[in-house]
Nanobody, 122 residues
């Protein structure tokens, strides 16, 4: 029900825009977020956006470089990633939580996309 895309290979300092399209149901009342998992590491929180889009939250490591947004009319969420670094290399997952306000804990998300690979070369 969540389909993430937009990943790829980019050089350090470059940009990518991830998209997460929802189908089968509307997620306009859900907080939505992005998580990532690098090889050998646990899945970590990247960013979240409230159901209305009026509030956002970012991990310290991406704040100022990444921007999360959503278009409820299109049932789609985005992650604009600028000034990418090699340490941003990971599989990125989009997720939806039934809580309308910001949620950073992965345990509170019950819908997950399949993941899209982002690789940043130095």
């Amino acid at each position: 029900q969540l389909q993430a895309c937009g990943g790829g290979l980019v050089q350090a300092g470059g940009s990518l825009r991830l998209s997460c399209a929802a189908s089968g149901r509307t997620f306009s009342n859900y907080c939505m977020g992005w998580f990532r998992q690098a090889p050998g590491k646990e899945r970590e929180f990247v960013a979240a956006i409230s159901s209305s889009g009026g509030s956002t939250n970012y991990a310290v490591s991406v704040k100022g470089r990444f921007t999360i947004s959503r278009d409820n009319a299109k049932n789609t969420m985005y992650l604009q990633m600028n000034n990418l670094k090699p340490e941003d290399t990971a599989v990125y997952y989009c997720a939806a939580s039934p809580f309308p306000s910001l949620v950073a804990s992965s345990t509170l998300y019950n819908f997950w996309g399949q993941g899209t690979q982002v690789t940043v070369s130095s």
